[in-house]
């Protein structure tokens, strides 16, 4: 079983930026590839970014494409979104999601995904 636990959100003004961090519990971290998603109020939850296991593929999202940039440590079992130039349209709660052990291959599929966060509020004003 893997637990995530997602840090680091909050309220920001346009243009900030925000790091946002993704603790997982277990030893299969590092076989497994990690996603960020979010979704706002009203609206489905959407892919954000992905990170293959050993963290030399990334893939994002067009409109977080040159701002957002997703990385791991896996020596800490950490996953990391550092979010620049923010602005009011990325206001949402933030998940993080890890495929099973031994799928390290990133998805912008959350069907792909067994374990998620319990996400963390990123609120950007104008």
């Known amino acids: 079983q893997v637990q995530l636990v997602e840090s680091g959100g909050g309220l920001v003004q346009a243009g900030d930026s925000l790091r946002l961090s993704c603790a997982a519990s277990?030893?299969?971290?590092?076989?497994?590839?990690m996603g960020w998603f979010r979704q706002a109020p009203g609206k489905e939850r959407e892919f954000v970014a992905t990170?293959?296991?050993?963290?030399?593929?990334?893939y994002y999202t067009d409109f977080v494409k040159g701002r957002f940039t997703i990385s791991r440590d896996n020596a800490k079992n950490t996953v990391y979104l550092q979010m620049n130039s923010l602005k009011p349209e990325d206001t949402a709660v933030y998940y993080c999601?890890?495929?099973?052990?031994?799928?390290?291959?990133?998805?912008?599929?959350?069907?792909?995904?067994?374990?998620w966060g319990q996400g963390t509020q990123v609120t950007v004003s104008s």
């Open positions: 277990g030893r299969t971290f590092s076989s497994a590839a």
């Open positions: 990170i293959n296991y050993s963290g030399g593929i990334t």
């Open positions: 999601a890890a495929r099973r052990a031994g799928r390290g291959a990133g998805s912008d599929y959350y069907g792909e995904y067994g374990y």
